[in-house]
């Protein structure tokens, strides 16, 4: 066992001097903003928008070309008194002006059908060239300070706004200065610009050849700045993986995805000559216009062939058919595609092993000293750190196994009971291959350990135990798995046209059930894999997941065996699993603390959904959810909070009413048309709005309420790490006030991920000696020497089954001899939890209540609770606590649909 882990995290040295650094900025002009504000707005038919210059390709340009550039402002468009750019030395103005000239072409309309309109914008165009000779913006220099921070009114270190760019560009320029060396071979790193921090990637990239085929991947290093609740310093975070390029002939992009395209070219300038630092990001997508690929609107590779007509720049078409001639280089410039998933198998795995990540994380500890360092190992702070779980161990006593069976089944069975309430658990698995359906029947037995026995004329069966009865029926999905047809109506938007598709084919499987079930129902749907359906918005999952809430029927999905790689009786195992989750049949295990908890303690768990119009049904749309679990609760112990009936749902009840009564969907069970909220501030005050009528509903006994930070700030400010006081809560334009007054027994514990941010840094377990290989370690964690009332808490869960056995000391940028093929492997890539104890009821929060006499309670004992709800027997360790995990996978039913037309609305 391991007693320390080490983050990839680093905080500001104080015992050293403040790092200083000297830049030369400038300020974009105030003349040039009216006027290139004007040229760009003509692109719009309102006039009043957009509000902002599309200044981010022009700093993308920037970087790219300009010597001596070290990072760019951000709002530099619409603020002058923000810097727009910091360089180590003055710029040229003849290198400054032919970048902005480029860039300000791009800003009107490339055509307009009125030739007075066109004259107009041309006469505007000139205008706004002749304004970048006569107001050259002033140099000045600039002193500043990357280790500067405020601390908040709750004492968390809050760092000047420009050091979010700034630090990030200057660490990876010192990085990028000195190669790492690995096995005796030297990797150098150049720069990728970020929304968040600066990326390292390793180039030119490195090939791994097996079965006659080469590969390309790079390293990867990311580095972002963040802040943690209550530290007294902020931290920088760095992170580790692989970068794979796409080197297919040609490169198969599936129908509606683009493809992220990173640029190597020398500066364009004759006689001018530098090391090249930097990559540029690109993207390319199919444009319909065009009928062809295209470089998006905010690629640089449109206009760099303007700066530089000595080389050759590559057109979207060849670099796909012929990825591989461009990725290593052709008269001086390269490119490589970023491989996704969704282009298929990759034959380097994705991830690092912990070995190579603590390699990689000493050499950038050597990179930024004196002025940063580590933060200190952790600690375990809890001695247990999971629940009660059934034995999992091998054994070859088989009275011992079969014990251990009839333990689990008799949970299994518990769990299904209470969600049924004395009602038929009815299970309807519409199949497309008999090997499935027959896969599908023996994991439901087994499952519930019911014997084997006949079946029906219809390949149904029923069960009886005690109270327990099961009902199944097998039917062929037959057409309702086919393809939707798009048919694109004049006058209807894409999304119309699926949504029309969506709730024909919905219908169409809602009355192949026999009834509407007067309890919930769980259907298990066999349907092709993805890759079946090629053309935009054909898949019909959503259809049938609709038509399947329609009927009163949660539904779960397996695919055919041959679009699948996995054994059919493993998925079978598993979309079992899933649907009786989806039923709500899970229940938390009790629980291991050093300190009891409040009996009867319940959770209420917060999850926004957020449905983007490039989603599913290409319809945008948000929803909170909310979830109250009561693990010792005899009938449904998982909530959801229905706001519009202003009451809690069963959580089968909620997920169906998520999927039919959603935002436009059209349904005929909606009762109450959902309210549309347009703006952000819309939105804010009807989320707290929810939050303040949920805390109502649930003063009446001791709650934990769990919030995921990263999903939930946006539209609750109050989140931010900015704004936490312990034991209060923040709601917009107030001041914190105590979390005691929303209910005496109300404790909150704010969980945060990396959120594909980095906010989270990475771990490894560090050996006992140099000699052990780090590696992985399950616990809860927190600083050494930080006081009992410490609030902030690191979860970690270990290595599941499913990584397999790949070695923890296995390296895949440069594989040693005894591992030639190391690249192939898939490391798998442990994500820290942090668990943030908001509030609870501690020695001052039961002071401030009147009440200082109390006992008071650790924040270590809350937080190891949450932790233990990582654990399931069913599952493989969460990535984040049950309830909190519900509440998210909700999201899977909230598909709005877009309104049908006005005269269809009629016509219904």
Known sequence: MYHLISTTAYEPNVDSEPWTEQYRVISFPEEWRAEFMDLYRRRWRRRELPATLPISKFNDLLRATAPGLVATGRGAGSKAEVPW?????????????????????????????????????????????????????????????????????????????????????????????????????????????RDQGVELVSWPPRSYTKDRRTWFYSGLVTVTVQTVPFAPRFRVHVSYGIRRWATGSPVWLPEGHGATVLLDAPLPWPGVHGPRRRLTANSLAYDRSLGMLAWSRQSLVGLLPELDMTRAYPKPPDLVAEPVGWIEGQNGVAVGILHSTAMGRHGVGAGVMPLERMLLDHWVEEGIRPFLRRVPELERVHRKSKPVLLPTSPTKDQAEQEKRT???????????????????????????????????????????????????????????VGDLRVVLRTRPLGTLGAPLEINRISGHSRAQALALATRERAARTADHFVARSASEGLVIVETLGPERFPARDSDPKSALRIGCAMACRVSQFIVVPEDSDGAVAHRAKSAVADGMRQLGAVVPPDQRLDEKLPDGIQYLALWYVRRQADGPTRQAGQRLVALRVRPRDPVHPVCGWDDTRKKWLSYAQLLLTLAVNGPASGSPAQTRPARVFSTHEERRDEVERQVRSLFYQVCDRPTLLLANSGNLRGVWPGLNNGQLVRDMVTFYGE???????????????????ANSRGETPEWYAPGETDEDPPGFSAGLWAARDTGPDNRVFVSTVGKPPTAGAVRRDLRKLVPDKAWPHGPAATAWNPQALELTVLGCLS??????????????????????????????????????????????????????????????????
């Open 85 to 193: 750019f910091y360089a180590s030395e003055e710029m040229p103005a003849e290198l400054i002006s032919p970048l902005l000239a480029s860039w300000v072409m791009t800003l009107p309309p490339g055509t307009d059908p009125d030739p007075e309109r066109m004259a107009d914008h041309r006469t505007a165009l000139d205008r706004a060239l002749a304004l970048i000779d006569d107001h050259t913006p002033q140099w000045r220099t600039e002193s500043v300070d990357l280790t500067a921070a405020e601390p908040s009114p709750g004492g968390t270190a809050q760092p000047d706004r420009r050091l979010y760019h700034l630090l990030p560009e200057r660490i990876g320029a010192r990085l990028a200065a000195s190669p790492l060396r690995l096995n005796g071979v030297d990797l150098s790193f150049r720069l990728v610009t």
């Open 406 to 464: 009839r333990h689990r089944i008799q949970a299994r069975r518990d769990a299904v009971r209470a969600i049924l309430d004395g009602r038929p658990l009815l299970v309807d698995v519409l199949w497309q291959t008999e090997e499935t359906r027959d896969a599908v029947v023996v994991a439901l037995r087994e499952w519930l350990g019911f014997p084997a026995g006949p079946r029906g004329v219809d390949g149904g069966q029923e069960w009886q």
């Open 735 to 753: 001041q914190p006030t105590r979390l005691a007054l929303h209910g005496g027994g109300l404790r909150a514990v704010l969980i945060r991920d």
């Open 843 to 908: 020695e001052a929060a039961l002071a401030a209540a009147g009440s200082p006499g109390s006992t008071p309670e650790r924040p270590a004992v809350i937080a190891a609770a949450v932790h233990q709800l990582r654990f399931h027997d069913e599952y493989h360790p969460l990535a984040r606590p049950l309830p909190l995990h519900l509440a998210k996978l909700a999201e899977e039913y909230f598909l709005p649909l877009a309104p049908a037309p006005a005269t269809e609305q009629v016509d219904e």
